[in-house]
């Protein structure tokens, strides 16, 4: 245990009093869900206010307010649904409100969270994977990664403060790992706001390009330059169209969908696997591939077989969009490289941002002993 006071959980939508008036704190992808819920199971509890400090502009009727402005609304109850609560209930109680409770994260993520029979189907698979990693600080990262996912907060509760204790000495995400002295041609799945698209371009040897595709682009994009071409479509197994889910209300949550629940918000958008775009683009070499692409890592992976095998790219793949992820990618991509070492790196005081990075023994400075 952390030796930290725990706050209380909410383990049940049945636990709210009867036509409660709540005002939910933490506007994201745990919160928009949770509302779907209520609305669908609990019709009797009233929302009356979201409080988000960002202010963020969103499409909802339900009034949107900063903590200073909790005091002239009467509500019964604070509801904390966001997966950064321990940093909101800290400001809960430095603006002295006690009258709050967490949801608990299987209420927000059920789709990301490990049950105790999960654990025990998968406990192979889990300890397979961190025999990959070669060091015991690395195995430990992953063991506390893997539990912050259980019904347990307090794994999340270690998780948010390693975070805290080794941000100052931790890599840029998705290159903490990468040998970034020859980087020619990298492809990048999900560019989202850019940011690290143009981090990949600082590092680029003259003459190299970056290759982002994301379905999601502004089109025309501020990124394009002679160092970054942009397609307006997602990297998936084959070439194909696919139903894609964007929320104005939760940008970063726009992903491929299996099923059509959310069909208001879904279009068909075209995608293409790595191997087509090598081939069709003649590519001489791929250095690094990047993969943020909100749970198709896998399918992304199945159409990169021929690229991976000719070119013996770097890859840093993020394992976090869905709870399997953190075994399933790492094992797929052991079964389809040989002479690859393996590292994680995590970049979230959550249990969003753990990346896997696969590097090419002949290419692993850390391997060598040199940078």
Sequence with gaps: MTGKTMPSFLNSLKDIPAGARLCLYGVGEGCLHLLQKL????????VIALIDDARKNLTLTIPLVTLEEIDRLSCDLILVTSVYWIDICQKL?????????????????EHLIFDDSELKLWARQIAQTSALLSDAQQKALYNLV?????????????????FHAHRSSMGREYLEFINSGDLQTIIEGGVFDGAD????????????????????????????????SLYPMALWSSRTFLPFFSNRDNPPGARIVTDMAEQDEVQQVPAISI?????????????????????????????????????????????????????????????????????????????????????????????????
């Design 93 to 109: 109680k430095t603006a002295g409100c006690t009258e709050f409770v967490v949801a608990a994260p299987d209420l927000l993520f």
């Design 197 to 228: 698209t143009r981090e990949f371009a600082r590092c680029l040897c003259p003459g190299g390009t970056v290759h982002g595709f994301d379905p999601n682009l502004a089109t025309p994009s501020p990124l394009s330059s002679s160092q970054i």
């Design 39 to 46: 609305q669908s199971t609990r019709p009797d509890v009233v």
């Design 275 to 371: 191997d087509e775009f090598t081939t069709e683009q003649a590519l001489e070499r791929v250095d690094l591939i990047k993969l943020d692409v909100e749970g198709a890592e896998a399918e992304v992976l199945q159409g990169a077989i021929a690229t991976l095998k000719r070119h013996r790219p770097q890859l840093a793949v993020c394992i976090y969009h869905k709870k399997q992820h953190l075994f399933q990618v790492p094992l797929l991509l052991n079964s389809m490289l040989h002479g690859y070492h393996y590292y994680l790196g995590h970049y979230s005081p959550t249990f969003w941002d753990t990346v896997w990075y696969a590097v090419p023994e002949e290419k692993d400075y850390r391997h060598h002993g040199r940078k």
């Design 146 to 162: 893997v539990t912050s996912r259980t019904r347990q907060p307090e794994y999340q509760q270690r998780l948010h403060d390693y």
